[in-house]
């Protein structure tokens, strides 16, 4: 009987290619998993901001929580006034510019016109996402605060009489886009690219012809190279896409990390597991073939 080395050229040959397949094809199945895990983070890091009524509200308050998106709203609201403004009002409004410009900024920055802010915008979405058939949305609380704001600066600007708002009344029609059939396929998609990630980091582990260490290296090695990547492609994108604009680049920068900075921490993590699985799997690696070096001399 011949001894388990003894093996025919063609058989060596016939092994060796079996291995090259396997080891293609788990490599194949690890990247392409990789891929599947990134895009599901990203998609429920999306989801997070709009998922229901309360990320809705929370949203909106984190949004005028930025500086640079009040800003933004400031400067609306100041060309509102311009535009109903008569000779004498305008000529007011630029000597009085500044005061105003503050006098709104304080307001804007206040936690509780932020909170009617969010709860308008949770009112908004139960009508249009979870297709509530009405809702009636007071903002005279912010309008009115504004109003008190403007005028405070110069009593000759009643014209921000004009921008006291009565309560909207929204009302979903049949015709409308169905926002929440996409927000729930978008959910279970999200999560099924998680999973479908894992599953086949799990099918590129079995498949792999190397040895448990080496395979603890080449996981962290896709995890790293896989986070580094999507953190690459979300930092480029956060950085190119207010250049779109060039009158709200500012406003559009602030909500731009507003919703990528938890993909940035997200893959950041990625990135670090993938680092410290991959050089443990390598210093074991190291250590497991020096013991069997060791061994084979003795």
Partial sequence: MSSPECVSPSKAEELLSRHRVRRTFATFLGGIGIVFLGL???ALVLMSFVSSPVAAKSTTESALKQPDVRNYLVEEIVKE??????PVEKLVLVFAHNKIVNAVHRVLAQPEIQSFAGDAAAKAYSVYVDKEPTAVIDISPISKAVVAAVIGTDKRLRLADNLELDPITITRDDNDFDYGGLRDVIQ?????FVVLGILLQVAAWFLSVASPWQRVLRLGTRLFIGGAIFLGMVLVARSSLPL?????EAAIEALTRLLTDPMVNR????TVLGAFIGTAGFVMNRKSKSTDSLATED
């Fill in 244 to 248: 779109q604009s060039t009158e709200n």
């Fill in 267 to 270: 893959f950041i993590a990625l």
């Fill in 188 to 192: 279970r998609n999200s999560w099924l």
């Fill in 40 to 42: 599901g983070i990203i």
């Fill in 81 to 86: 006034l311009e535009d109903k403004a008569n």
